[in-house]
T-cell receptor, first 118, second 115 residues
Framework: AQSVAQPEDQVNVAEGNPLTVKCTYS??????LFWYVQYPNRGLQFLLK??????LVKGSYGFEADFNKSHPSFHLKKPSALVSDSALYFC????????????????FGSGTRLQVQP | SAVISQKPSRDICQRGTSLTIQCQVDSQVTMMFWYRQQPGQSLTLIATANQGSEATYESGFVIDKFPISRPNLTFSTLTVSNMSPEDSSIYLC????????????FGQGTRLTVV
């Protein structure tokens, strides 16, 4: 079974400060990990993904994420937050083993609301 | 990336009626999915829409309540049948290619309110 957890319902950060949005995961096999952002009344927008290779993944809008296999996590980071980054962020996982049983859909975390204060 | 058009964007419906949501993709895609999202909350997978065959439903979702069609590789519909206020939610269409590491793309969603 695959699952992903986002332990923080909300993260508050001042503009210009670094931000981190946490994500931990559990899978049977190798994980494929994704981050999405959702602005009000919009669908989800893809930010970045980890498939293989470097543990530090760089994505859209200056976001990056750290893949950690020993302490299964995929935290989203940005060196300097913008007010426009305020949105709902979702971590998602697709499990290699689950895919072999036919499950191709992503499993999403509960979401973390990021609030960047001016 | 794929561009996904989802219609309607929102609707207010009477209980006991049905609503059909359409999802149109600008390119042929292998995988299509339907999710439900309570406002401000996470996404729950309803089903995988299979081309030319019955959809694969997740636990807690049944075909009689959420019939799905996928006549070709670019189009799918989700019907919410015999609606009750508990069906008020955002319904999202999602697509991806068959590659294991492929990201999914999402439509803008359909905000449904049942009164």
């Amino acid at each position: 079974a695959q699952s992903v957890a986002q332990p923080e319902d909300q993260v508050n950060v001042a503009e210009g400060n670094p931000l981190t949005v946490k994500c931990t995961y559990s899978v049977s096999g190798n994980p494929y990990l994704f981050w999405y952002v959702q602005y009000p009344n919009r669908g989800l927008q893809f930010l970045l993904k980890y498939i293989t290779g470097d543990n530090l993944v760089k994505g859209s809008y200056g976001f990056e994420a750290d893949f950690n296999k020993s302490h299964p996590s995929f935290h989203l980071k940005k060196p300097s937050a913008l007010v426009s980054d305020s949105a709902l962020y979702f971590c998602a996982v697709r499990d290699f083993v689950a895919m072999d049983t036919g499950r191709r859909a992503l499993t999403f975390g509960s979401g973390t609301r990021l609030q960047v204060q001016p | 990336s794929a561009v996904i058009s989802q219609k309607p964007s929102r609707d207010i419906c009477q209980r006991g009626t049905s609503l059909t949501i359409q999802c149109q993709v600008d390119s042929q895609v292998t995988m299509m999915f339907w999710y439900r999202q309570q406002p401000g909350q996470s996404l729950t997978l309803i089903a995988t829409a299979n081309q030319g065959s019955e959809a694969t439903y997740e636990s807690g979702f049944v075909i009689d309540k959420f019939p799905i069609s996928r006549p070709n590789l670019t189009f799918s519909t989700l019907t919410v049948s015999n609606m009750s206020p508990e069906d008020s939610s955002i319904y999202l269409c999602s697509v991806s290619s068959a590659g294991r590491g492929s990201e999914a793309f999402f439509g803008q969603g359909t905000r449904l309110t049942v009164v």
